[in-house]
């Protein structure tokens, strides 16, 4: 129980204070905001150049409504390239960018989004920066020399743009807490498969899996937003985060089928709606998905672990209609199984893959 509190532990430290997300989750957009200054793209060559030389730099995206804020400076209407960027921010003011980033349309510009948006930075590039962004509901870039930080400004949102290898270091991070909860997940699965086999399930079992699967979830969107960062650089994370996770979507809408039927999509989407501290105590699990906080027994359909055996998918319903739940269809004679496969020969080809994958489980074999 100890290591278990230590493993849940960790895993809030990783989402709740390591993600450099969690104030996007919200902000489905944000995600195709973050691929435009991938490693690899021109904007970020471009944004990193100015790093590396220690240059300042103030950068807007026209949606439209930026003009209207922008004086002076000098129209340029021509292809972005990283070196062209350069250049232009050796001189003052802002400069324009095409919506999608692909035109550079003015340089030199000033900024005027008003002094009476309220802004939390101290410099006066990233006060017209954020107010800019907050003004005009755009992107804002502002490379800072002093600092050698780049803070994107999204609307009312600020993110800061590291280096790739900082964000790999923090992906190979996040990976590795990924692999002991997968571990972690895998143990708890034997154990759960003995239980159902033996028809001794309760509520709380089911809600100690769901909450696993959920946890997994939650640290693997954060790898995934690292390697919309990353871009091509994050091709070996992406190879590993995939051989983690796997089919877990699939088994998590399995579990749910098996254990409320038709209200399963419902009860997903109650999942998807706790916030992580809410999801890190299981007993919510149950009183919200269950409506039951007292610990009782439980028993699938048994639509996960039939699908497990080589029957056609037809049996597998039959059984399901007939019995409703596992513990029955175990149960059942070879008079009530010859009803639904109509031969005796089946039956018994029935009875094999049971035993069989009985054997599997409770030797601990993966099914």
Same mark, same amino acid.
């Given at each position: 129980?100890?290591?278990?509190?230590?493993?849940?532990?960790?895993?809030?430290?990783?989402?709740?204070? &390591?993600?450099?997300?969690?104030?996007?989750?919200?902000?489905?957009?944000?995600?195709?905001?973050?691929?435009?200054?991938?490693?690899?793209?021109?904007?970020?060559? %471009?944004?990193?150049?100015?790093?590396?030389?220690?240059? %300042? !730099?103030?950068?807007?995206?026209?949606?439209?409504?930026?003009?209207?804020?922008?004086?002076?400076?000098?129209?340029?209407?021509?292809?972005?390239?990283?070196?062209?960027?350069?250049?232009?921010?050796?001189?003052?003011?802002?400069?324009?960018?095409?919506?999608?980033?692909?035109?550079?349309?003015?340089?030199?510009?000033? +900024?005027?989004?008003?002094?009476?948006?309220?802004?939390?930075?101290? %410099?006066?590039?990233?006060?017209?920066?954020?107010?800019?962004?907050?003004?005009?509901?755009?992107?804002?870039? !502002?490379?800072?020399?002093? $600092?050698?930080?780049?803070?994107?400004?999204?609307?009312?949102?600020?993110?800061?743009?590291?280096?790739?290898?900082?964000?790999?270091?923090? !992906?190979?991070?996040?990976?590795?807490?990924?692999?002991?909860?997968?571990?972690?997940?895998?143990?708890?699965?034997?154990?759960?498969?003995?239980?159902?086999?033996?028809?001794?399930?309760?509520? &709380?079992?089911?809600?100690?899996?769901?909450?696993?699967?959920?946890?997994? $979830?939650?640290?693997?969107?954060?790898?995934?937003?690292? +390697?919309?960062?990353?871009?091509?650089?994050?091709?070996?994370?992406?190879?590993?985060?995939?051989?983690?996770?796997?089919?877990?979507?699939?088994?998590?809408?399995?579990?749910?089928?098996?254990?409320?039927?038709?209200?399963?999509?419902? $009860?997903?989407?109650?999942?998807?709606?706790?916030?992580?501290?809410?999801?890190?105590?299981?007993?919510?699990?149950?009183?919200?998905?269950?409506?039951?906080?007292?610990?009782?027994?439980?028993?699938?359909?048994?639509? @996960?672990?039939?699908? @497990?055996?080589?029957?056609?998918?037809?049996?597998?319903?039959? +059984?399901?209609?007939?019995?409703?739940?596992?513990?029955?269809?175990?149960?059942?004679?070879?008079?009530?199984?010859?009803?639904?496969? %109509?031969?005796?020969?089946?039956?018994?080809?029935?009875?094999?893959?049971?035993?069989?994958?009985?054997?599997?489980?409770?030797?601990?074999?993966?099914?």
């Amino acid at each position: 129980m100890e290591e278990n509190n230590s493993d849940i532990k960790e895993v809030q430290e990783i989402v709740v204070t &390591e993600n450099p997300l969690k104030n996007f989750e919200k902000e489905k957009d944000f995600v195709d905001v973050l691929k435009m200054f991938a490693p690899g793209t021109s904007l970020r060559t %471009g944004l990193d150049d100015l790093l590396r030389a220690r240059m %300042g !730099a103030l950068i807007v995206f026209d949606n439209g409504n930026v003009l209207d804020l922008a004086d002076g400076g000098f129209k340029i209407n021509s292809k972005f390239s990283a070196q062209k960027l350069v250049e232009l921010c050796k001189m003052d003011g802002a400069i324009i960018l095409s919506n999608d980033g692909k035109r550079i349309l003015f340089g030199n510009t000033l +900024l005027f989004p008003g002094v009476d948006i309220p802004t939390r930075e101290t %410099g006066t590039r990233h006060k017209a920066a954020e107010r800019t962004a907050k003004k005009a509901k755009t992107i804002v870039i !502002a490379v800072s020399e002093r $600092k050698n930080k780049i803070s994107l400004y999204y609307s009312d949102m600020k993110y800061e743009l590291d280096h790739s290898s900082e964000i790999l270091r923090r !992906a190979a991070e996040t990976l590795q807490i990924l692999e002991k909860q997968r571990e972690t997940f895998n143990d708890l699965m034997s154990n759960f498969n003995i239980l159902e086999i033996n028809g001794l399930v309760t509520i &709380e079992d089911v809600s100690n899996v769901l909450q696993r699967l959920e946890i997994i $979830k939650r640290i693997s969107e954060i790898v995934k937003r690292y +390697l919309i960062e990353l871009g091509k650089e994050g091709m070996i994370v992406s190879m590993r985060l995939k051989e983690l996770t796997g089919n877990l979507g699939k088994e998590e809408e399995i579990l749910l089928k098996d254990y409320f039927g038709n209200e399963w999509n419902n $009860k997903a989407n109650t999942l998807d709606k706790f916030n992580f501290d809410f999801l890190l105590e299981s007993n919510n699990i149950s009183r919200m998905l269950f409506e039951e906080l007292h610990d009782e027994s439980v028993s699938p359909s048994g639509l @996960r672990i039939l699908g @497990r055996t080589n029957l056609l998918e037809r049996y597998t319903t039959a +059984l399901i209609s007939k019995f409703k739940t596992l513990d029955r269809t175990l149960a059942a004679d070879n008079d009530e199984l010859l009803e639904i496969f %109509g031969s005796e020969e089946m039956v018994e080809f029935f009875n094999k893959e049971i035993n069989s994958l009985k054997e599997k489980i409770m030797v601990g074999k993966k099914i």
